[in-house]
């Protein structure tokens, strides 16, 4: 029980947000538990038709992980409305994407082999009406039809390192940062490249149309400039932080398509095993109470509920359903096993009893035989 409480609400408070410059002054640190939030809102362009793009220079620490990147927590509607993620060591694109019934619908694209190994990498993604598109190092890689409105996308507080909507922390360095109110073909955008790793800032054109630059060449303090408008600096909290800490999501709205999710998911089954077993024994052979398998099955279920309960407070940590269902599951299963194995034990006893009594009868009918002749 120690165990699983401390696995489920470890550290037991906010930690400090780990945010640190780096020496040369050209980039930020992004540690175990890190996240910056914009000062203001970027507010939807003025036209929903609108084109967009984002280019980010950065440096994953952990090739093989899953994490949000950037995040833009949109209010209207409510939700993530675009966001950049790590997957293992692919780069993928999320955003709302408008179906042909004129739905709002949350899609996403990938590509593999961004991270492969621990160097800097230039990511620029161009988000238009009918397409959306990606270039790695100034290099066209891919496009999908991801149907959308950029100028919806790219508003709303911004959050980097982070979810807004749950504890997925990213860690890594990031060099600069740049968000347009415009589709940057392939000739600019391979023009910023180069000017991004020359002179560690974009040279900008009056056509761009760029919304937010940050080079991150502060050295110090809290505050990350953005040197088109600097309401929507970013600003770095002592402490690590979400958004919108969520509570008691629904299974739905949880799952993701990836391995890590299922891995969660074994984990979160294998941990509540041992305590299945162990309940149903102890109230079975100590306790001797009339329904010992039911009375476990509620005590991990209502264990689950209470971690749940309190990680609505932690930052470090996500509540939500989905573990509800799983360690429910890994006690049901810890139950079956221990009953199973009992009754396996209780059955090779009267085996082997079987096989005494018959032993000693055939014994009996052999000295009768002997006493007869």
Not at 80 to 108: C, I, M, P, Y
Not at 204 to 227: H, W
Request: hydrophobic fraction near 40%.
């Amino acid at each position: 029980m120690c165990i699983i409480l401390v696995a489920g609400l470890w550290p037991f408070h906010a930690p400090r947000n780990h945010v640190d410059w780096l020496p040369n002054g050209n980039g930020l640190r992004l540690g175990r538990y890190a996240s910056l939030l914009s000062a203001g809102v970027f507010q939807p362009g003025a036209n929903d038709d609108a084109s967009g793009s984002v280019e980010i220079w950065l440096q994953t620490d952990v090739p093989r992980s899953t994490h949000t990147i950037l995040a833009f927590d949109s209010s209207d509607p409510p939700g993530t409305a675009f966001s950049l993620h790590q997957n293992k060591d692919g780069f993928r694109v999320e955003r709302r994407n408008l179906g042909n019934d004129g739905v709002l619908r949350t899609a996403w694209f990938e590509i593999g082999q961004v991270f492969r190994e621990k160097n800097p990498v230039f990511v620029t993604v161009t988000l238009g009406k009918h397409e959306t598109s990606i270039y790695v190092n100034g290099v066209l890689v891919k496009s999908a039809p991801l149907l959308g409105i950029a100028g919806r996308d790219l508003s709303g507080r911004l959050v980097l390192g982070n979810s807004p909507r749950g504890n997925d922390n990213w860690s890594g360095v990031i060099h600069g940062l740049a968000i347009y109110e415009r589709h940057l073909n392939p000739a600019q955008v391979a023009q910023h490249y180069e000017s991004w790793t020359r002179n560690l800032r974009p040279a900008l054109a009056q056509d761009d149309s760029p919304i937010a630059v940050y080079v991150f060449n502060e050295g110090r303090g809290s505050v990350v400039r953005n040197e088109i408008d600097p309401a929507n600096s970013l600003t770095i909290p002592d402490r690590y932080f979400v958004l919108h800490p969520g509570f008691l999501a629904s299974p739905k709205r949880e799952y993701r398509p990836t391995w890590s999710y299922w891995e969660d998911v074994a984990i979160n089954i294998a941990g509540f095993i041992p305590l299945g077993a162990w309940a149903v024994a102890y109230f079975s052979s100590v306790l001797a109470v009339k329904w010992p398998a039911v009375l476990a099955a509620f005590l991990g279920f209502s264990t689950s509920v209470a971690i749940e309960l309190l990680q609505a407070i932690l930052p470090t940590r996500s509540s939500g359903m989905t573990d509800i269902v799983t360690n429910t599951l890994g006690t049901i299963i810890g139950i079956t096993l221990c009953r199973w194995f009992v009754v396996e034990r209780r059955l090779a006893k009267v085996q082997h009893y079987g096989d005494q009594v018959d032993g000693r009868a055939d014994e009996r009918r052999f000295m009768d035989c002997l006493q007869a002749e």
